[in-house]
């Protein structure tokens, strides 16, 4: 079956997140945007495992369903279609010194069940990693040391090195990458078949690397925050199990990956060069006729996904990466109905707006993607159906985001003097 997934999320014992982020909230906003399979995040954290565990209660093999006490009150009525199932995810963060260079690595595991995450648990806890502090716990280890006690724990735990080209965090970043996933994982290398891409890159820039033409590429939001859930996504084809979605995700051919969901990825925040503090953003091209070198402060300029992208790349026809699966650009749709009322997205306008047309549509997914624009014009209107037809037919106006700044994409007008 069919299925959209986001396996990486985190909860609210992470910084820097929404309070609702809950399995309760988590729950309601999948059915609200459409997406079938939730990563829990963070089941690292003793005290989210034992809120999980409270909470959750088992569905298909390895994965969870929300007890109905725990329903929220929601306009998109539950039904046996987009009843929402949970999978045990967490992201760790590897701060480490490799070759010479201090490397701050990013990874995303995926668990068969709350043993196989509470043996994981308690390896970390027998190295004195302290991993209550945060969701996302830093530890002091190698990623490929991290890799080997995940497999210690259980072989089929699933390992995804996250957000791949993030300068700051990832393992093909600029500032604290590598320049291959071999080089970070070496021998056990092997292990890893998929990556998750980010959110200032698509698949097609990926496909200029041939370094990657053996991972399969997946997309997920690392949201933090339930609203925001589901703004990278990808969409399985498979058996709705552990077992499923393990086996699309090793599956070298990746025929049971039906594609990914992403944000325009010059919106993402570390697409282009520059320095935020000094209003300065360039493109790759920009940066090397600078030098790399900001003319205002005269320090090294961030260097931004798309740059690194080019660094790495040694492919000039996309077309010749095997096995390519679709990939659908897409804008929330209260960014949308924001920029078509030119009234804040987090307005009570925005807010009625949004409900109303879910509602009608059955998800925001459903609106977005699924339903043809003749029906939208005739159900939602001519703008939203100008405005939806404009976004998956790649008909926007772009000002890139650059060294922590994030970017914008518009579908009516240009605003950002670019």
């Not at 005290?47 to 725990?70: H, I, Q, T």
């Not at 724990?153 to 390992?159: C, I, K």
């Not at 282009?272 to 900001?294: A, F, L, M, N």
């Not at 047309?357 to 624009?373: F, N, W």
Request: net charge negative.
């Amino acid at each position: 079956m069919k299925f959209i997934a986001d396996l990486h999320i985190h909860s609210h014992f992470s910084m820097a997140t929404s309070k609702q982020l809950t399995p309760e909230f988590l729950d309601k906003w999948g059915r609200i945007k459409g997406i079938k399979l939730i990563g829990t995040g963070d089941f690292t954290h003793p005290g989210w495992l034992a809120e999980l565990k409270d909470k959750l209660v088992p569905a298909e093999p390895g994965l969870y369903r929300l007890k109905e006490e725990f329903k929220q009150p929601c306009f998109v009525p539950e039904t046996t279609e987009n009843s929402v199932r949970f999978i045990l995810s967490a992201e760790i963060s590897n701060i480490y010194k490799k070759q010479g260079k201090v490397r701050k690595v990013h990874s995303l595991l995926l668990a068969p069940g709350f043993q196989e995450a509470e043996d994981l648990q308690q390896v970390l806890q027998s190295r004195e990693f302290n991993i209550t502090s945060d969701g996302r716990p830093i530890l002091g280890l190698d990623a490929k040391l991290l890799l080997d006690m995940a497999l210690e724990v259980s072989t089929e735990m699933v390992f995804i090195p996250a957000h791949i080209w993030t300068p700051w965090f990832s393992v093909l970043g600029s500032r604290s990458g590598f320049n291959t996933i071999e080089a970070c994982f070496e021998d056990l290398a092997v292990h890893i078949h998929a990556l998750e891409t980010g959110l200032s890159t698509d698949p097609a820039m990926n496909w200029m690397c041939s370094i990657l033409d053996n991972y399969n590429l997946i997309s997920n939001y690392e949201a933090h925050s339930p609203e925001k859930m589901g703004r990278n996504a990808t969409l399985f084809d498979t058996e709705l199990s552990y077992t499923g979605v393990k086996e699309a995700l090793e599956d070298r051919q990746g025929e049971k990956l039906a594609g990914t969901f992403d944000m325009y990825p010059q919106a993402g925040k570390y697409h282009y060069d520059g320095h935020r503090k000094c209003g300065i953003c360039w493109s790759p091209k920009e940066t090397v006729q600078h030098d790399g070198i900001c003319p205002e402060c005269g320090k090294k300029v961030t260097v931004g996904v798309a740059h690194r992208v080019v660094e790495l790349s040694d492919r000039f026809n996309i077309l010749e990466r095997p096995n390519r699966k679709p990939f659908y650009s897409i804008i929330p749709l209260k960014n949308m109905l924001s920029e078509m009322e030119m009234v804040g997205e987090k307005s009570k306008r925005i807010a009625r707006l949004y409900e109303m047309h879910v509602a009608k549509a059955g998800s925001e997914y459903q609106l977005l993607h699924y339903m043809s624009i003749e029906v939208i014009r005739e159900e939602h209107g001519a703008t939203l159906a100008e405005a939806i037809g404009r976004m998956r037919n790649h008909e926007v106006f772009i000002h890139e985001g650059f060294d922590g700044a994030y970017g914008k994409v518009q579908l009516f007008r240009n605003k950002s003097g670019r």
